[in-house]
């Protein structure tokens, strides 16, 4: 299937086209960001998950993670996943959040992070990637000897279930950057 048959396919909705039950959750974010970010008008498409994709991402933003933890946790997945949209809106956040530039370039960039905590949640929050959930136990014992907690490895899979949704939409999109996002462009060094 090339890209225009897949653009046909999955509509990018505004609030006008959207399905009924869509539109008071596009209008919700539009409300929130200015406009409504192109992965949201993909989502509208199905009602359900767009109302979903909303209330994990106000779920795991208001987890037991700060700021540079929550941004560790959605790039860590995103670039495992190689989404195009997710990593650069992700860096709009992280700047927006006012997360440090070296946090920022290191988790694009698969490179070390500036501190032990955070390496140890971004190789904890890639064994749980990588293996379905499956975690062994020296990287279990490394998150709780790092100053994590039970709850903050739960949290970690509050995240992926949000970046399950937004990454394999994309892919399977292939969404649009936003105007806003189109300066922090990325792909997978390989």
């Known amino acids: 299937m090339n ?20 539109k008071a959750l596009l209008e919700k974010s539009q409300k929130a960001y200015g406009y409504v970010p192109n992965l949201h008008g993909v989502l509208a498409e199905s009602p359900n998950l767009l109302e979903a994709y909303q209330n994990l991402h106000e779920l795991f933003a208001s987890s037991s993670f700060n700021d540079e933890e929550l941004t560790v946790v959605w790039q860590t997945i995103n670039v495992e996943h190689e989404c195009h949209y997710c990593v650069p809106a992700h860096t709009a956040i992280a700047k927006a959040m006012k997360v440090d530039d070296e946090i920022i370039e290191a988790l694009r960039n698969e490179s070390e992070l500036p501190s032990a905590k955070l390496e140890t949640l ?21 998150f709780y000897a790092a100053g994590y907690n ?39 060094n390989k």
């Not at 505004?14 to 399905?19: C, D, K, L, N, Y």
């Open 3 to 22: 890209t225009s048959q897949k653009s046909e396919i999955l509509e990018i909705h505004t609030i006008e086209s959207a399905p009924e039950k869509s």
């Open 122 to 142: 971004r190789n904890t929050t890639l064994a749980i990637v990588r293996n379905r959930g499956f975690i062994d136990e020296k990287t279990l014992q490394d």
């Open 150 to 188: 039970q709850k903050n490895l739960l949290d970690i899979i509050l995240g992926l279930s949000q970046k399950v949704i937004s990454n394999y939409t994309n892919h399977i999109a292939e969404t649009k950057l936003d105007e806003g996002f189109a300066k922090f462009d990325w792909k997978k």
